[in-house]
């Protein structure tokens, strides 16, 4: 049986459960919320629409106890960005929610896999690691997953072409410094760099460092405009569940430890990753430009300046 347990029922969480069931990722899904009758209303309202579906998932309010047989935790909780605000902004903030969850957690005898969505996604995915001791393959964090998906859309409409075609990544830290190194982006198994070259006046670069930048501005725009991100997280977390469930070993940009790649170590961050049920089988060390490698070493450095400042005692 696959069960996967939720933490934080807010619109990030919900958004992956009501996708969950709809693509009946699980056989068991556990919801839980510091606002316990919150959970309850969730479940209830998700249960009424089972009739409606193809699945037959069992949805519950659980406790913490109910995760020691879990597959994947899904951790969702913590408090909004605010409109105007920075994903490192929220660092502080999250790191004390994270307390109070992962003890519980891992007391539960729990030894499956954690799966982070709270921002700053990458240093919440650290800190993840180190307060509950997993081993570092077994957590992740959804990275840069869903700014890749925007990429390939925005290519895909650029250069007249199924995004799922596409192959380009966004990697570094989910926000500010986030980049796409476009040396190694292709259209189906052609580099863009040639399809530059070969097509002069229909496609520039300058064009693909405004795609770049627009993914990069793409939460803040939402934001601005609704007051929040969350359907596109919620069937992100679907595909890297589903990869994990189903042993897919599929390739997604998630952050993960950097155990010596790039010449870092210690530090999680996107990059594409080859994904199991057992969490992180391997790293793909991409072939990274000089002028890349200096926007990875960007990303690291304010990670790791940002992590360096949290107080776990």
Known sequence: MKKIVLVGTGMVGMSFAYASLNQNVCDELVLIDI???????????L??????????????????EDCGDADIVVICAGVAQKNGETRLQLLNRNTAVFKSIIGPVCESGFKGIFLVATNPVDIMTRVTQKLSDFPKERVIGTGTTLDSARLRYLMGEYFGINPRSVHAYVMGEHGDTEFVPWSQALLSTKPVSDVLLDNPQRFSMEELNRIEESVRQSAYKIIEAKGATYYGIGM??????????QDENSVLTVSCDLDGHYGHRGVYVGTPSIINRN??????????TGKEMNKLNESCRVLNEHFAGIEFD
């Open 236 to 245: 992100a977390i679907v595909q890297i569940c589903r990869a994990i469930l």
């Open 35 to 45: 606002n316990k009758e919150r959970a309850k209303g969730e479940a209830m309202d």
């Open 279 to 288: 969490g992180i089988k391997t790293l793909i060390e991409l072939s990274l």
């Open 47 to 64: 249960n009424h629409g089972l009739a409606f579906s193809k699945s037959s998932m069992k949805i519950f309010a659980g406790e913490y």
